[in-house]
C-alpha cells in the first residue's frame, strides 16, 4: 500500500540553527500539506501546497517556515532559526483528489535545545 | 476553531460496538464531516468521510443525522488496537486545512 514517509524520524537541533525536514509523498498525489503538533496539544495547520505554490497558510507559518517541491518528489519544510517552541512532531500530509482523504506520514519529531 | 463538540473520553470493552458522537451544529451545506484517529502520537489516520448520507467501509461506519448537525462514528468490532484519540473533522474538502479538536480517547478494555 503507497503511503507517505518522513525523514529523518527524530531531529535534535541547537536553538537559531537552520532543519529542513523531509518528506515523499504518494506519488501521484498533487495536493501537500504540513501540520505539526505539539506534544500533548491538537495538530495544527502549518500549509498545503498546490502546483508548486502555497495555496494555505496558518497564522503559523510565519517567514522563518518556508516549503519546497525540489524535484518533483520529495517535498520538505525549511525552519530557517529554530526556537525552543519550535519542538514538536511534524506530520507531512498528501491527497490526489477534491473531497479524499489525507494521507499522513509518521511523523517527524523535532526537539530544539 | 474546531466546528465540533466530542466527548474527551470514552471506554469500549472488546468486541462490542463502540459509538463516537460528534456535534457540529454549524455545518455548512458543502461541508463533509471526515474522521481521522491518531495512535499513540503516530501520524493521523483516515477512517470515513461523508456529506449526507450514511457511509459504510471496512473499518467502520458513519452516520448522520437529517439535519446534519450531528453524526455518530461505528466501529463494529471494537479491538485493542483502537485504542486511540478520534477526531471528528468538518470540512468542505480534505484538501482544503483541516482543522482539529481535542478529539475522543477511546479506549479499549479486555
Known amino acids: 500500500e503507497p503511503e507517505v514517509t518522513q525523514t529523518p524520524s527524530h531531529q535534535v537541533t541547537q536553538m537559531g540553527q537552520e532543519v529542513i525536514l523531509r518528506c515523499v509523498p504518494i506519488s501521484n498525489h498533487l495536493y501537500f500539506y504540513w501540520y505539526r503538533q505539539i506534544l500533548g496539544q491538537k495538530v495544527e495547520f502549518l500549509v498545503s501546497?498546490?502546483?508548486?505554490?502555497?495555496?494555505?497558510k496558518s497564522e503559523i507559518f510565519d517567514d522563518q517556515f518556508s516549503v519546497e517541491r525540489p524535484d518533483g518528489s520529495n517535498f520538505t519544510l525549511k525552519i530557517r532559526s529554530t526556537k525552543l517552541e519550535d519542538s514538536a512532531m511534524y506530520f507531512c500530509a498528501s491527497g490526489d483528489i477534491m473531497n479524499t482523504e489525507a494521507f499522513f506520514g509518521q511523523g517527524t519529531r523535532l526537539t530544539v535545545v | 476553531d474546531a466546528k465540533t463538540t466530542q466527548p474527551p473520553s470514552m471506554d469500549c470493552a472488546e468486541g462490542r460496538a463502540a459509538n463516537l458522537p460528534c456535534n457540529h451544529s454549524t455545518i455548512s451545506g458543502n461541508e463533509y464531516v471526515y474522521w481521522y484517529r491518531q495512535i499513540h502520537s503516530q501520524g493521523p489516520q483516515y477512517i470515513i468521510h461523508g456529506l449526507k448520507n450514511n457511509e459504510t467501509n471496512e473499518m467502520a461506519s458513519l452516520i448522520i443525522t437529517e439535519d446534519r448537525k450531528s453524526s455518530t462514528l461505528i466501529l463494529p468490532h471494537a479491538t485493542l488496537r483502537d485504542t486511540a484519540v478520534y477526531y471528528c473533522?468538518?470540512?468542505?474538502?480534505?484538501?482544503?486545512?483541516?482543522?482539529w479538536g481535542a478529539g475522543t480517547k477511546l479506549i479499549i478494555k479486555p
Open positions: 473533522i468538518v470540512s468542505m474538502d480534505s484538501n482544503y486545512q483541516l482543522i
Open positions: 501546497f498546490y502546483n508548486n505554490e502555497i495555496s494555505e
